[in-house]
């Protein structure tokens, strides 16, 4: 199984996306050896057949009238697997993802039990086997969600709501990246679907739901004091702090998410803190400046507070 | 053919005649027998054609730039006191006389109280920011700070009409050169110390600066304000009036100036109320601009200014002269500067009246 690619599905959606790819490419082998082989006759062959071959009855007959029905045929089909993914979400226990696509990260929001809204960013759970609708839109440029193993790709547009119908039969892990231009970083905007069996997912989102944890130790007490005192909760939310910025990723659980930057480092207490002096570096032309303010004591003191957020 | 014949011997000879000219030049340069003494000055036809070339190149280049509006007290009293500290040793001024030794320069420095007139302000304000090669006139400082050359010449501008206590008001503010006990200028210098006085522009307990395009220092926290006279001195952070200022303070005394300004009590605002336009940017901030609050106030890190009670023309020009910065310098530049850039001319000026009426 491999983390993304459109030829391995792990749900419904893009196992349909794999039938269609897998008759397409069967299908177009198929033609392109009837053509070659023709072509081979009408050059090398035997006078009869070159002369059938030759005849009017054949040119329309493979000409015309074998595309028309083919390519109708696939029509149709095309339109069916299309249909089925975009459509309507009438499952009424569907699991409601938003995500909004930022300059170079994803906005994520669930909504809890008692239908409040939860942020996140930059890694999706979902439960198996359940039916996710992605809400799907962009405040800056038009960006395309698109994880490969799940279904097919959606471009998120500013001013505009699409949705995304999805399902995946498999827990595990699935990468997924920004699949429109977007500007410098759109190579590292990239995200991680983790499925879970429902129970865990649903334990998941009650601890997701949660304020921060408090600081562990000395050290994360030192980098809350920091965060807060040197601006990044202008630019961050921690919820259950007074860093209510909606400008960058909600933190809240940044510890517990498996990456930082948009999938681009596993999220550890080194990588956070390299990424909070040498941002720019890590993932050039990203939004948040370098804060070389910082002693190094004083940085481990932050990455020690971020990473404390589980 | 007769012809190809004539232009390539005419060719030959110019090439001749020019590397001729050359090797005079250069014998010339290496035998030593040019004077270039400044005490000999320049052959009167020498002087006409340098002074007609200057002229023109002065025209020439300042033809393209636009001067904006420089009748505001504001930009007077900010150039009065860099006049003192960068031109008047050199050019005197109302009620000083041209210092001896820069007199004998070649050219002397001119009165300008007689050759101003000469000049319009775009004229003017290209040979305060570039200079003029070959005479004693230097370039200001930096070439990013087009704002603190146009106080040069705002008050360049009144400086003909100016008598000695006019100008003494301007230039010296609240600060006194003397007099002083003959013992006391005997072991400390005259009055040439107290031209380097920050309180000349940045006033002094209870006394606010003379110019609302100075900062109010009146308790910035110290680290932040001795990082800033660092990054002066460095040529971090350009200002042709704060790098020669700060360049000359010893390490101690710069400590000792921040430790002082810290140590003030932060001057009273003026407005009765604070002004309502700039708050919500100020303390929420929006989609795309972090509050500037979360740094900016009390329980911030002393390395980031206090803006509460801020002089509102030196916010805006601060946010504008980080908005034209060509690129971040310093640690707190690369932070504020993405920032600044993003602001629109209305929010710079909301958010600095803001501030400027906010009690600090």
Known sequence: MSAQSVLSPMGPDAARIADLATILFVGAAVVFTIVAASLWLAIRGPSSIRRALAENRFVAAAGIGFPVVTLSLLLAYGLWVMRSANGPADASNAVRIGIVGEQWWWRVSYRGAEGQRIESANEIRIPVGREVVFILTSTDVIHSFWVPNLGGKVDMIPGRTNTLRLRADRAGVYRGQCAEYCGGAHALMALEVVALPEAEFEAWLLAEADEAKAPADDAAWHGQRLFLAGGCGSCHAVRGTTAVGMVGPDLTHVGSRRSIAAATLPTSRQNIARFIVDGQHLKPGNGMPPFRIFAPAEVDALAAYLAGLE | ?360
């Open chain 2, 1 to 360: 053919m007769r012809r190809r014949i004539g232009l390539g011997r005419a060719l030959t000879w110019a090439a001749a005649l020019a590397l001729a000219g050359l090797g005079f030049v250069a014998l010339a340069a290496w035998s030593g027998i040019y004077n270039v003494a400044a005490s000999r000055g320049h052959w009167l036809v020498t002087d006409r054609l340098l002074r007609f070339g200057m002229e023109n190149s002065v025209e020439t280049h300042a033809s393209a730039i636009a001067a904006p509006k420089l009748d505001d007290p504001d930009l007077v009293r900010l150039g009065a006191g860099h006049f003192l500290t960068g031109c008047a040793s050199c050019h005197g001024a109302p009620g000083t006389p041209t210092d001896v030794v820069a007199q004998h320069m070649l050219p002397p420095p001119p009165d300008l109280k007689e050759r101003l007139s000469q000049w319009t302000d775009p004229e003017l304000f290209w040979i305060v920011k570039n200079g003029i090669k070959y005479t004693g006139m230097p370039a200001w400082p930096t070439q990013e700070r087009d704002d603190e050359v146009w106080t040069i010449v705002a008050f360049l501008r009144l400086l003909p009409s100016l008598e000695a206590d006019g100008y003494r008001a301007l230039a010296w503010g609240d600060v006194s050169d003397g007099p002083r006990a003959g013992a006391e200028i005997a072991l400390a210098g005259g009055g040439a110390g107290a031209v380097a006085a920050c309180a000349r522009c940045h006033g002094s307990e209870g006394k606010a600066p003379t110019s609302a395009l100075v900062p109010r220092l009146h308790g910035q926290p110290a680290e932040m304000l001795l990082q800033a006279l660092r990054d002066f001195a460095e040529g971090e952070r350009h200002s042709g009036i704060m790098q020669p200022v700060a360049a000359a303070l010893t390490e101690r005394a710069a400590i000792d100036v921040a430790a002082y300004y810290a140590g003030l009590a932060p001057l009273p605002v003026r407005a009765d109320a604070p002004a309502e336009t700039g708050r919500a940017l100020a303390t929420a901030g929006n989609a795309g601009i972090p509050a500037c609050q979360s740094c900016h106030d009390r329980d911030a890190l002393s390395i980031y200014p206090r803006l509460a009670g801020q002089n509102a023309p030196y916010i805006a020009a601060r946010l504008h002269a980080m908005q034209q910065a060509q690129r971040a310098r310093t640690p707190t530049q690369d932070i504020m500067i993405p920032i600044a850039r993003r602001l629109t001319d209305r929010q710079i000026a909301d958010l600095a009246a803001y501030f400027a009426s906010l009690p600090p």
